[in-house]
T-cell receptor, first 114, second 115 residues
Framework: SQTIHQWPATLVQPVGSPLSLECTVEGTSNPNLYWYRQAAGRGLQLLFYSVGIGQISSEVPQNLSASRPQDRQFILSSKKLLLSDSGFYLC?????????????FGNGTRLTVT | KQEVTQIPAALSVPEGENLVLNCSFTDSAIYNLQWFRQDPGKGLTSLLLIQSSQREQTSGRLNASLDKSSGRSTLYIAASQPGDSATYLCAVKGREVDSWGKFQFGAGTQVVVTP
């Protein structure tokens, strides 16, 4: 069966520090991968999605970036965190090429920028 | 641009009552609609996915309906239990050329089932 791992679960970082969140998927090949952010009391905002290694699309211009160095690995990064980067970050995957593939989420990372 | 709305934002019911959760979307050109459950501080758990050609989907006490022409979906949870307390979100996957593979989410309905 397929599983998705996301770490760390919680993170407290000072303003201006770098960020690296990692997500890996097991049990499937060439998945679509997504990074979402959920702010308190608000819906999910799509940040990045990827349909293959090295193929990243950005939905929202900001100081975050994403990379996909391996087929089932998706990394969210920042060189310098802002207070507004605080939130709940969720990684997700779906089956490539299957229009009706469900979206599957990891357990999320709670990021607090101080 | 697709907009997804969930009303009410919060709902409280006594145990045993049926839950009715609503989701509306503005563009009927969708591939599917998916319902999720989110417990506090956790990720989203997929509950049901309804394809655009389907009218409803059932899993245990859960039943989701889809009326694509009117842009509405309803999630019914029969005989609610305190363990059903969570936030429920819906998401639609649009057919627009530039939205392939992307989902648009509602803000969710927070449900409390009181014993």
């Amino acid at each position: 069966s397929q599983t998705i791992h996301q770490w760390p679960a919680t993170l407290v970082q000072p303003v201006g520090s770098p960020l690296s969140l990692e997500c890996t998927v097991e049990g499937t090949s060439n998945p679509n991968l997504y990074w979402y952010r959920q702010a308190a009391g608000r819906g999910l905002q799509l940040l990045f999605y990827s349909v293959g290694i090295g193929q990243i699309s950005s939905e929202v211009p900001q100081n975050l970036s994403a990379s996909r160095p391996q087929d089932r690995q998706f990394i969210l990064s920042s060189k310098k965190l802002l207070l507004s980067d605080s939130g709940f970050y969720l990684c997700a995957w779906s089956v490539q090429g299957l229009y009706n593939s469900p979206l599957h989420f990891g357990n999320g990372t709670r990021l607090t920028v101080t | 641009k697709q907009e997804v709305t969930q009303i009410p934002a919060a709902l409280s019911v006594p145990e045993g009552e049926n839950l009715v959760l609503n989701c509306s979307f503005t563009d009927s050109a969708i591939y599917n609609l998916q319902w999720f459950r989110q417990d506090p501080g956790k990720g989203l758990t997929s509950l049901l996915l309804i394809q655009s050609s389907q009218r409803e989907q059932t899993s245990g006490r859960l039943n989701a309906s889809l009326d694509k022409s009117s842009g509405r979906s309803t999630l019914y949870i029969a005989a609610s239990q305190p363990g059903d307390s969570a936030t429920y979100l819906c998401a639609v996957k649009g057919r627009e050329v530039d939205s392939w593979g992307k989902f648009q989410f509602g803000a969710g309905t927070q449900v409390v089932v009181t014993p």
